[in-house]
């Protein structure tokens, strides 16, 4: 195994955000031994079965973002995912939750795995930050509207989820007005003002 080669696979390593599948470096012209080299080295770590990280690289969460922002350009990261991102939660999402308007086309990703989110235009376009992770800029709810849209899909996330990001959102300061107002957009305004009075 040539240093060239280990050369070559950290740089397409470096241009697909630091993750490859074992199927795409082979396609780029990674050579399975020059892999496997790579991770008996510890260059590159296994971060799920066939998907290698390079060592040093950014977070495997953030990688996962990164990833998404990438392949699925109107993606916005939502809900659990945006809740980890903002450190509003103890929970640690298995899967990438995206939100897509009603129109997009389904993704087609292999990896990380998604949890997808249909959301209507103004539900889809409100509250959108944009993050730069590793020199790619990521779409992610601002904490405000996450908290709003874990009301609104709290049957599927879990309330116990939504009620403790809440608790921590208004003890990071969130804006109770902005809170409101994203409220409003997801029609959840009546169910969540009880618990914010509670908390308040």
Same mark, same amino acid.
């Given at each position: 195994?040539?240093?060239?080669?280990?050369?070559?696979?950290?740089?397409?390593?470096?241009?697909? +955000?630091?993750?490859?599948?074992?199927?795409?470096?082979?396609?780029?012209?990674?050579?399975?031994?020059?892999?496997?080299?790579?991770?008996?080295?510890?260059?590159?770590?296994?971060?799920?079965?066939?998907?290698?990280?390079?060592?040093?690289?950014? +977070?495997?969460?953030?990688?996962?973002?990164?990833?998404?922002?990438?392949?699925?350009?109107?993606?916005?990261?939502?809900?659990?995912?945006?809740?980890?991102?903002?450190?509003?939660?103890?929970?640690?999402?298995?899967?990438?939750?995206?939100?897509?308007?009603?129109?997009?086309?389904?993704?087609?990703?292999?990896?990380?795995?998604?949890?997808?989110?249909?959301?209507?235009?103004?539900?889809?376009?409100?509250?959108?930050?944009?993050?730069?992770?590793?020199?790619?800029?990521?779409?992610?709810?601002?904490?405000?509207?996450?908290?709003?849209?874990?009301?609104?899909?709290?049957?599927?996330?879990?309330?116990?989820?939504?009620?403790?990001?809440?608790?921590?959102?208004?003890?990071?300061?969130?804006?109770?007005?902005?809170?409101?107002?994203?409220?409003?957009?997801?029609?959840?305004?009546?169910?969540?003002?009880?618990?914010?009075?509670?908390?308040?």
């Amino acid at each position: 195994m040539k240093t060239t080669s280990i050369q070559k696979a950290t740089i397409l390593f470096q241009q697909h +955000s630091g993750i490859l599948r074992t199927s795409q470096a082979i396609r780029l012209g990674i050579s399975p031994r020059t892999l496997y080299g790579m991770r008996d080295a510890g260059l590159i770590v296994e971060v799920t079965r066939g998907a290698y990280r390079l060592s040093g690289a950014v +977070s495997i969460e953030h990688s996962d973002l990164v990833q998404v922002a990438l392949r699925v350009p109107k993606g916005i990261i939502c809900l659990l995912s945006s809740l980890a991102f903002h450190k509003l939660t103890t929970q640690i999402p298995r899967q990438v939750s995206v939100a897509l308007p009603l129109d997009a086309e389904k993704p087609r990703l292999a990896y990380p795995p998604v949890r997808l989110f249909w959301l209507s235009q103004p539900v889809y376009s409100a509250g959108i930050e944009n993050h730069l992770l590793d020199g790619v800029t990521v779409l992610i709810y601002s904490r405000e509207k996450t908290l709003a849209d874990c009301f609104k899909f709290r049957n599927k996330i879990g309330l116990d989820v939504a009620l403790e990001a809440l608790k921590e959102g208004l003890g990071q300061g969130c804006k109770l007005e902005t809170l409101l107002e994203f409220a409003r957009i997801d029609r959840v305004e009546k169910t969540m003002r009880p618990y914010l009075e509670a908390l308040l």
